[in-house]
């Protein structure tokens, strides 16, 4: 297969050309012999590297905590429509052999494969965070961190656990902070209510990564830096909801400034009622309405949201300045260096797995590739 007449996104700018594509990789950038191929004419359109969704709950209806293989297919389903070829399902603070169920579904979801967006990895978000910094997780199933419960959640499938959001200041959190950093796990805080000096002692123990930016953690003060600062202080990477209802487009203008954009990773939090309409749906055993875009439980609280990274991307690029290659940089490469797959996904380069997405000036996908096959949009 040979894609002509596009706009190549690459890591460090945009180049007209082709690429061939075989078994499953990007074999060659620019081919010059198209003779005996399946051509397809890319009519001028962006084509860029797959995106990577490393904080997603569900779509379609489904969920990740529905615990089957069914529900994760349905989701990557969905979410392949919107340019996602690579995802990490995300659990919740729920009951202990609900997340273990769930895990254990991942796995085997990514084992044998799905249909549209392949699964990476996990992302467990709790169930080690703060009760006071709760947001919409369900404060009944908090735990204390602890090696013995993350082993019962994980251990018989570490190697699929890509990711744990927890909170840096309870009890036992710096132990298994250590812990699951030496398993190779990325360590991220999230929904957390440190200081900035508690929050400063987890990242020198491992913490690398933090969750939904500016969301359920301390804010930035001049006299009290909190969690935000921390992560404004370091060179931990962090990631953003830009559906404008998480994050004011001018505070996500300060944080790329800050952070930079490497350092930097589009995320769509998204939970069930992504790709549907507006109505009653559920998040981690809780009610939750959608209306107006916005996605919230019965406090008010924000529960996710029904944003697709294709739309993320557009949000960025239409309320910044930032160039479009630097823009998808955040939804591709970025987030397959935190998934650990940087040396085959996130880049239209030779050798690297043919995940690809063609889409117009305002973003519009128009044909997804996932390891070098068509999907149907």
């Not at 052999?97 to 895990?103: H, T």
């Not at 260096?337 to 940087?342: I, K, N, P, R, T």
Request: hydrophobic share 40%.
């Amino acid at each position: 297969m040979i894609i002509t007449n596009c706009k190549l996104i690459l890591k460090d700018g945009i180049e007209e050309g082709a690429l061939r594509v075989r078994n499953g990789k990007i074999v060659e950038l620019n081919p010059t012999d198209l003779y005996g191929e399946e051509i397809i004419d890319g009519q001028g359109n962006y084509l860029s590297p797959g995106f990577i969704d490393v904080h997603i709950h569900g779509a379609a209806g489904y969920d990740t905590m529905d615990g089957t293989y069914e529900a994760l297919n349905e989701i990557s389903k969905a979410i392949v429509k919107h340019g996602t070829t690579s995802f990490l399902p995300t659990t919740m603070t729920v009951a202990l052999e609900d997340i273990k169920n769930s895990v254990e579904a991942a796995a085997e979801a990514k084992k044998v494969g799905t249909e549209g967006a392949q699964i990476l990895g996990l992302h467990l978000e709790g169930p080690f965070i703060s009760p006071n910094m709760i947001g919409a997780q369900n404060p009944k199933y908090v735990e204390k961190p602890s090696k013995e419960t993350f082993d019962y959640i994980a251990k018989e499938h570490i190697e699929d656990i890509s990711c744990i959001t927890l909170a840096p200041e309870v009890e036992g959190a710096l132990e298994l902070i250590e812990y699951a950093h030496s398993l190779g796990v990325v360590v991220s805080m999230g929904h957390t209510n440190a200081t900035y000096e508690e929050a400063s002692s987890a990242i020198a123990k491992g913490v690398s990564h933090s969750t939904h930016l500016f969301n359920a953690m301390t804010p930035l003060h001049h006299r009290k830096p909190g969690v935000v600062g921390a992560i404004f202080d370091s060179d931990i990477t962090t990631e953003t909801i830009a559906d404008g209802i998480h994050i004011a487009y001018p505070s996500l203008r300060v944080a790329f400034k800050q952070k930079g954009l490497d350092k930097t990773i589009l995320v769509t939090d998204a939970m069930m009622a992504c790709t549907l309409g507006e109505g009653k749906y559920s998040l981690g055993g809780q009610d939750v309405f959608v209306t107006e875009g916005a996605a919230r439980i019965a406090t008010g609280s924000l529960a996710g949201s029904i944003l697709t990274l294709d739309k993320a991307i557009s949000n960025v690029y239409k309320n910044t300045n930032y160039p479009l290659y630097e823009v998808v940089k955040m939804a591709t490469y970025n987030a397959a260096v935190h998934c650990g797959v940087e040396n085959q996904k996130g880049l239209i380069a030779e050798g690297y797995d043919a995940d690809l997405v063609l889409f117009d000036e305002d973003i519009n996908i128009k044909l997804v590739i996932v390891n070098g096959k068509l999907i149907k949009l």
